[in-house]
């Protein structure tokens, strides 16, 4: 970016995060959510020890300082004082698909595994409080470790972060960090400056597709800026996204001669389209990894398949054929079930654990 838009940017004040506290807040949280001494409910009442929902309520304050301290630890991006040398990766979306949004299988299966929330654009507080998943092992474990995957933006995030920084810029006024891409906060008046210096700096552009104005003219400046085989389009994931997705690869074939795709995936189903240099357009549907993978990595995605062969091209080489999905046994769905009974199992002894290290601590003190 030029030292203007520079010196402007950074002027936008920028949510509060710090890494260290985003630790703290995270651990404190675990803490608490498996160490709360229930006992002392007794003292205000026996019988609310023995309420599920006080229960939930009272063990409910470790998963806010868990989720707060996954956002507060999330990074900010400085380009003044970025020492990454490689070229960032530009994330382009509407502000409103922040936190929103998965490429996630929306199956039963990957919501057993913690990893799919039905009904995830509801509000915070009525998924924290009232879901099973925001209480599920693997859910905790990846947002204590950083490996949520949960929504859109941390899939792509994951996908990218070998290949550079994945950057976006953050939406004015919000008072949380989104987890995901590594945020520039920019006045109003320099967005535009902002995103053109940004986009001759990356070295890929993704632009998940939404109704947007904002994003209509940003996707006219991709396709003006960016080399097309450094463009990577993401479907819409919104209710009739395919009749949404077919208008705008008209409007693209109308207005930059972009090629409409022969056939879109089922509907509902998220895709990703790319383009080679000669302007011939590739999709790519989202490749799932085994079952028995979910738990372990707290994502179904298969970020490798499914990235691999737009990575490949991005410098004009030669691509391979998107990847197809791999057949799956029910053996393998099957075994997978006996993963998150582990996970149970394996909490279940750390915090059996972390008891008998406190009872420990205490009787050396007296």
């Known amino acids: 970016m030029n030292e203007l838009t520079v010196r402007q940017a950074l002027k936008h004040k920028a949510p509060f995060r710090s890494r260290l506290l985003g630790l703290f807040m995270r651990v404190f949280g675990v803490v608490w959510m498996f160490c709360f001494p229930l006992e002392e409910l007794d003292e205000i009442n026996p019988d609310l020890r023995n309420n599920f929902m006080v229960s939930v309520l009272a063990l409910s304050p470790g998963f806010l300082l868990l989720t707060l301290g996954y956002k507060?630890?999330?990074?900010?991006?400085?380009?003044?004082?970025?020492?990454?040398?490689?070229?960032?990766?530009?994330?382009?979306?509407?502000?409103?698909?922040?936190?929103?949004?998965?490429?996630?299988?929306?199956?039963?299966?990957?919501?057993?595994?913690?990893?799919?929330?039905?009904?995830?654009?509801?509000?915070?507080?009525?998924?924290?409080?009232?879901?099973?998943?925001?209480?599920?092992?693997?859910?905790?474990?990846?947002?204590?470790?950083?490996?949520?995957?949960?929504?859109?933006?941390?899939?792509?995030?994951?996908?990218?972060?070998?290949?550079?920084?994945?950057?976006?810029?953050?939406?004015?006024?919000?008072?949380?960090?989104?987890?995901?891409?590594?945020?520039?906060?920019?006045?109003?008046?320099?967005?535009?400056?902002?995103?053109?210096?940004?986009?001759?700096?990356?070295?890929?552009?993704?632009?998940?597709?939404?109704?947007?104005?904002?994003?209509?003219?940003?996707?006219s400046q991709v396709f003006r800026i960016v080399p097309i085989e450094r463009i990577l389009l993401l479907s819409s994931d919104v209710h009739g996204n395919n009749e949404f997705n077919g208008r705008v690869f008209t409007w693209l074939n109308r207005s930059f001669g972009v090629p409409f795709p022969a056939e879109l995936p089922a509907e509902f189903e998220p895709f990703l389209v790319y383009f080679e240099t000669d302007r011939t357009t590739r999709i790519q549907q989202i490749v799932l990894k085994s079952p028995i993978l979910w738990s372990l990595s707290c994502s179904a995605v298969d970020v490798r398949d499914t990235f691999s062969s737009f990575i490949q091209g991005i410098n004009g080489g030669q691509r391979k054929s998107p990847c197809r999905q791999k057949k799956r046994s029910r053996l393998e769905s099957f075994v997978s079930l006996l993963i998150v009974p582990a996970f149970v199992i394996l909490v279940l002894l750390l915090v059996v654990l972390s008891l008998i290290a406190t009872s420990f601590v205490e009787s050396l003190v007296s």
């Open 72 to 219: 507060v630890g999330s990074r900010t991006f400085d380009p003044v004082r970025n020492r990454d040398k490689r070229r960032p990766i530009l994330y382009l979306r509407s502000f409103a698909a922040d936190g929103r949004g998965t490429l996630q299988p929306r199956t039963w299966l990957a919501f057993y595994h913690g990893i799919y929330l039905p009904f995830s654009d509801t509000a915070t507080l009525l998924k924290t409080v009232l879901f099973f998943n925001f209480w599920h092992p693997v859910k905790i474990f990846g947002l204590l470790f950083g490996r949520d995957r949960f929504t859109t933006e941390e899939t792509l995030w994951s996908a990218f972060k070998k290949l550079g920084r994945f950057v976006a810029i953050g939406s004015p006024g919000e008072k949380l960090a989104t987890p995901g891409a590594d945020r520039l906060y920019v006045e109003d008046h320099v967005w535009k400056e902002s995103v053109e210096s940004l986009l001759r700096d990356a070295q890929v552009v993704v632009v998940r597709l939404a109704a947007s104005s904002g994003l209509e003219w940003e996707l």
